[in-house]
């Protein structure tokens, strides 16, 4: 496994933007695929995106499509979120995952399918 930590989250303006790190620790980094999910109070952790080891191969929930960006440097053992026009409603705490590359799931939006997890960030978006 990997230990994870995630960064970047704040308070930010409905419109504004926030770029999330999510540092690994391991030698390995770049054998693990990567995501993102996230979890507003009351409601369940949800999926928003996640990168294959390679960076190829990149996946989002529609709701982020065209707003969010996953990215990785595997030098840096470190993925990243960027989060452009971003609305009130995608305040939640924000979790980065890790799995083996060999064993990314199909059903990589659920959260079981994800071995690894970091302790969260919060990201607020004001109205």
């Known amino acids: 496994q990997v230990q994870l930590v995630e960064s970047g989250g704040g308070l930010v303006q409905a419109g504004g933007s926030l770029r999330l790190s999510c540092a690994a620790s391991?030698?390995?980094?770049?054998?693990?695929?990567m995501g993102w999910f996230r979890q507003a109070p009351g409601k369940e952790r949800e999926f928003v995106a996640a990168i294959r080891w390679s960076g190829n191969s990149v996946y989002y929930v529609d709701s982020v499509k065209g707003r969010f960006t996953i990215s990785r440097d595997n030098a840096k053992n470190t993925v990243y979120l960027q989060m452009n026009s971003l609305k009130p409603e995608d305040t939640a705490v924000y979790y980065c995952?890790?799995?083996?590359?060999?064993?990314?799931?199909?059903?990589?939006?659920?959260?079981?399918?994800?071995?690894?997890w970091g302790q969260g960030t919060q990201v607020t978006v004001s109205s």
């Open positions: 391991g030698r390995t980094f770049s054998s693990y695929a």
């Open positions: 995952a890790a799995q083996p590359q060999l064993y990314f799931s199909p059903n990589y939006y659920t959260p079981t399918t994800w071995g690894s």
